[in-house]
């Protein structure tokens, strides 16, 4: 292995883990950790925000790669780099699962005042 490639990868590294350590601190910054208030016990035992990350399901592949043998391929009905019907299917059961624990925080409707960060479909 060269020194070259040791370094691009431990550079790759660090990059992550700073991205991971900023993510982390956003958190607990946006969750009022560090806000030093008298809470009266009643609210300490009350939850007060939810913060739910979580990945996409199964995708077909977004991008091809030389000799890949799936080239032609059109993967009908979804088309490249579109979550699968499995995909759908466990984001459902995560809606499910997240609805039956959270139900009494969570509105009963969809509320377009909420946000949601979704990355580019990078096809």
């Keep these: 292995m060269s020194r070259t490639h040791f370094s691009n990868k431990h550079r790759l590294a660090m990059?992550?883990?700073?991205?991971a350590l900023?993510?982390?601190i956003f958190c607990l910054l946006s969750t009022n950790v560090f806000t030093f208030v008298a809470i009266?016990?009643?609210d300490a035992d009350t939850l007060q925000l939810?913060?739910?990350?979580f990945r996409h399901g199964p995708r077909t592949p977004a991008d091809t790669y030389p000799n890949d043998p799936h080239i032609n391929q059109?993967?009908?009905?979804?088309?490249?780099?579109?979550i699968?019907?499995?995909?759908?299917?466990?984001?459902f059961g995560m809606g499910t699962w997240l609805r039956k624990r959270y139900g009494d925080f969570l509105a009963p409707h969809y509320s377009p005042?909420?946000?949601?960060?979704?990355?580019p479909l990078s096809a």
């Design 15 to 19: 990059t992550g883990a700073v991205v």
């Design 22 to 24: 900023i993510f982390f």
């Design 40 to 42: 009266d016990k009643a």
């Design 50 to 53: 939810l913060h739910v990350v």
């Design 74 to 82: 059109t993967f009908y009905p979804f088309g490249w780099g579109h």
């Design 84 to 91: 699968t019907n499995n995909g759908k299917r466990e984001l």
């Design 113 to 119: 005042d909420v946000g949601i960060h979704k990355s």
